[in-house]
């Protein structure tokens, strides 16, 4: 190697270590995760309530029929937000509360709510970045096949135009799905989310049906005016846990499952070669016309990034052959995912790199620890969250130094929240609900954001 810095690191050494003018400041949540009163007003089922409400499904016994009530309490938790300076929140509508049946009749007090909230963040000067789907399908429409039918994409398009046609006026950033990796691995393939199949035919046909029904929906939403339109996407550094031929190869199939199923269809027009060997005779073929839809340009991506995995080949990990091998020495979260911030940064370059440099906002990041709240006076102490959000907020800013163009931050969570198959027993949130009362209290984290926030990121320090 010859001396000096690369240009790269020269450059990030003479610039200051800033986020960009402009640059949002955000936390997230979704809508079944916080809202509770799920059939409130007119509202249908989704399959989560389904779901929930099928004993063994959740592992406390627990449904989201209240979870944080914010579907009650929302502008008081519109109020909390202000508090803290943010400047952007992302949350999602649940689909079965505007369009009780997925299709064609409408719940105006459903589209009601949303049209106050975005109405009530505006006036807080908080920017609405909205979730078209994350996770709660309408029961009927699961009834009707759910992802698995085609028909879905037109669907999903007809309820983004009905949204973005009330909300676009108003709101300009628009993601479509939340992790569609989520939906087919932990929905279809391993029935541990809703709606709780374990079939890899299934699963293979709603991997390209929600990806036609993503491209289906940019279409709609952009022919109502939405101006910025992203898909979300988890995605995770892969590593082979040793130099074997077979745990490099693992993590190479990891890689593609995970990372790139999603991604290189929406920019590249079509799927990872491992993908079909992967699935097997379970893998559907995909036309041309299905790869131009899934193809149509996106605005930005919205990446959500908890962990890094470190991979073992292991015959019977379906699909990938790809088994998580736990880092003993490292610190986990209560969701046993290891903290690994240096990951973030690896990611974000790795999507800007490989994808052209689209815009790319963080629309999940954040850690599940208990941290109960203290004896009066009160408050609660969450060290180990602060530490993880300053550390993945220096590699966010890293990664801005190396040339991505990261447009905002999104901690995940708002609140602490009901976690899916996990219940109300991981708490996410930046403010903790005592789930008796529904009392919140901002934790120590959420007051550490509130000042990264106020100094737009100079308290983290350098580097
Ligand atoms: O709570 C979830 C969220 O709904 C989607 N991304 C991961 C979070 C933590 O598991």
């Not at 149509?296 to 080949?313: E, K, M, Q």
């Not at 490989?354 to 709240?373: L, Q």
């Not at 990664?399 to 929240?417: E, K, Q, T």
Request: hydrophobic residues 45%; aromatic residues 12%; proline residues 7%.
């Amino acid at each position: 190697m010859s001396g000096g810095p690369t240009p790269e690191a020269a450059e990030s050494a003479k610039e200051p270590r800033r986020f960009p003018a402009g640059f949002l400041w955000g936390a997230a949540t979704s809508a079944y995760q916080i809202e509770g009163s799920p059939l409130a007003d007119g509202a249908g089922p989704s399959i989560w309530h389904r779901f929930s409400h099928t004993p063994g499904r959740i592992v406390t016994g627990e449904t989201a029929d209240v979870a944080c009530d914010h579907y009650r309490r929302w502008a008081a938790d519109v109020e909390l937000m202000r508090q803290l300076g943010l400047s952007a929140y992302r949350f999602s509508i649940s689909w079965s509360r505007v369009l009780p049946e997925g299709t064609g009749r409408v719940n105006p007090a459903g589209l009601g709510f949303y049209d106050a909230l975005v109405d009530r963040l505006l006036a807080a000067g908080i920017t609405p970045l909205i979730t078209l789907y994350h996770w709660d399908l309408p029961a009927a429409l699961d009834d009707r096949g759910g992802w698995r039918n085609p028909d879905v994409a037109h669907w999903f398009a007809d309820y983004a135009r009905l949204v973005v046609g009330r909300l676009g006026d108003r709101v300009r950033l628009w993601a479509t799905l939340n992790e569609p990796w989520v939906v087919v691995d932990a929905g279809y393939l391993h029935g541990v989310h809703a709606p709780g199949q374990r079939c890899p035919f299934a699963a293979a046909r709603a991997a390209v049906n929600l990806l036609r029904a993503h491209g289906a929906a940019v279409q709609a939403a952009r022919a109502e005016g939405a101006s910025q339109v992203g898909l979300v996407v988890n995605l995770e550094p892969k590593y082979a846990a040793s130099q074997a031929d077979a745990d490099v190869a693992a993590a190479g199939r990891a890689e593609a499952y995970w990372n790139r199923q999603f991604l290189d269809p929406v920019f590249f027009g079509h799927f990872p070669e491992e993908l079909p060997a992967m699935y097997g005779e379970a893998w559907p073929a995909v036309s041309a016309q299905d790869l131009a839809l899934i193809r149509t340009p996106v605005d930005f991506i919205g990446v959500n990034y908890y962990t890094r995995g470190v991979v073992r080949h292991d015959p019977t990990a379906i699909p990938d052959q790809a088994g998580r091998v736990r880092q003993e020495q490292a610190l986990h979260t209560a969701m046993e995912w290891e903290v690994f911030p240096a990951g973030l940064e690896e990611i974000l370059v790795w999507v800007s790199r490989r994808y052209g440099r689209p815009a790319i906002y963080v629309t999940e990041n954040g850690a599940a620890f208990p941290d109960p709240p203290q004896a009066p006076p009160g408050g609660v102490q969450d060290p180990r969250r602060v530490a993880y959000l300053a550390e993945h907020l220096r590699a966010a800013r890293r990664a801005i130094a190396r040339g991505v163009d990261l447009r905002g931050y999104f901690a995940w969570s708002l609140l602490d929240n009901f976690e899916w198959s996990l219940g109300t027993s991981r708490r996410f949130g930046l403010i903790h609900v005592d789930f008796a009362t529904l009392e919140r209290t901002v934790k120590a984290s959420g007051e550490f954001y509130r000042q990264v926030i106020a100094t737009h990121g100079a308290v983290l320090g350098e580097p």
